[in-house]
């Protein structure tokens, strides 16, 4: 887990990826495919198909690089890849951090 302290433009940078992420239709509403396997949760049409070598963890460093982190999200493809360059980077806090934002 990681704590990014985020501007309010790399905030809305952030919440834009995310919202472009979803596949909508021709009125703009989500399309929901099935639930989700954790209580309420739902899963929804994305823009792009998942596969092997897309998945959620590339989707995670597309979104890193949305607001303005010099990350690769093309070889980002599992976690500990993520992690690794934030940590590398400098810029992952743990739970335990002192750290305020």
Sequence with gaps: MVKLCLSDGELSALIGFI???FFRDKSGN???LQKGIYGDSQFYSGVSDFYL???CNRWTAKGLKSIGMDISPTLKLTAGSVMNYLIKANIALTIESTRTC
């Design 53 to 55: 070598v897309n998945t």
């Design 30 to 32: 989500l399309l929901e």
């Design 19 to 21: 919202s472009r992420s």
